[in-house]
């Protein structure tokens, strides 16, 4: 089977490591993993016998979840990773899908992300910000639980306090836009710049959905949200000095964004 590239005819499977992931977000990784293709396959593995396994168990019929049990045949050990990775190789090869999505923060998936991704087949991750890197850039996307949680609006930085002339003076000015929000999140201009400079066309603008795509090549985490911003566009329109937007209407009435870098 060929595997299929696009989100709008992705099958996916879906694999979450109980022991690895919260209950309480499960509709908004469902949701999140539905952008990316059609899930056609929802597994969840743990030590049912387990105490901290209670919070799942009410969601599984809910959202059409089905459990796999998996025994600790060790104090200490996880057995969850080995049946998960025996499970996504059994499907790998047994086809019906294209695409997986591996729910945990775990590196022991690592090698299994690498393996999936070298037959073709795309791969998402979500965990949390703790995830090792080296699980993160195994994937094609990786969605952080944080991300999934619904945060307040980036406040503006406060404005200087004007003399009454200077404030006459500008009374006819347009507002000048609102630069970026401090953040805990590494500087995203670094990243943004390296995309660019790929997705770029020889006429110096680059399409926004291209650009995002290469920023997603060059690291599968990056998320517009971290930064305090839905979208991509809005983070790159929170670079005024860095970035010219152009956005144009289509025939049928959709908008079309491109980026230019400023010299």
């Not at 953040?183 to 926004?208: E, H, Q, T, V």
Request: hydrophobic share 35%.
């Amino acid at each position: 089977m060929t595997p299929i590239g696009t989100p709008g005819n992705r099958r996916m499977a879906m694999l979450i490591d109980g022991d690895n992931a919260q209950p309480s977000l499960i509709e908004k990784m469902l949701a999140e993993t539905s952008k990316y293709g059609l899930i056609t396959i929802r597994r969840i593995y743990g030590d049912w016998t387990a105490s901290n396994m209670g919070g799942w168990k009410e969601m599984l019929q809910t959202y059409a979840i089905q459990p796999i049990q998996q025994f600790r045949y060790t104090i200490g050990k996880n057995a969850t990773d080995s049946a998960m990775i025996i499970d996504a190789m059994d499907i790998l090869y047994g086809g019906g899908v294209d695409a997986f999505c591996l729910v945990s923060s775990d590196s022991d998936y690592t090698r299994l992300a690498t393996r999936i991704r070298e037959k073709g087949f795309f791969v998402m991750g979500i965990g949390k910000k703790t995830t090792p890197r080296a699980f993160v850039n195994a994937c094609d996307v990786f969605v952080y639980t944080q991300n999934l949680v619904p945060q307040e609006p980036p406040k503006p930085a406060p404005s200087k306090p004007k003399t009454t002339s200077a404030a006459a003076a500008n009374n006819n000015q347009a507002p000048e836009p609102v630069e970026p929000p401090e953040a805990a999140a590494p500087d995203p201009l670094p990243l943004l710049r390296n995309a660019f400079d790929i997705a770029a066309s020889d006429d110096g603008w680059a399409f926004l959905g291209t650009l995002g795509h290469h920023v997603r090549q060059l690291d599968p985490g990056f998320d517009s949200r971290t930064y305090g911003y839905k979208q991509l566009s809005s983070l790159i329109r929170a670079y005024p000095k860095i970035f010219t937007v152009r956005e144009l209407k289509t025939a049928d009435g959709n908008s079309v964004i491109s980026v230019k870098l400023k010299e």
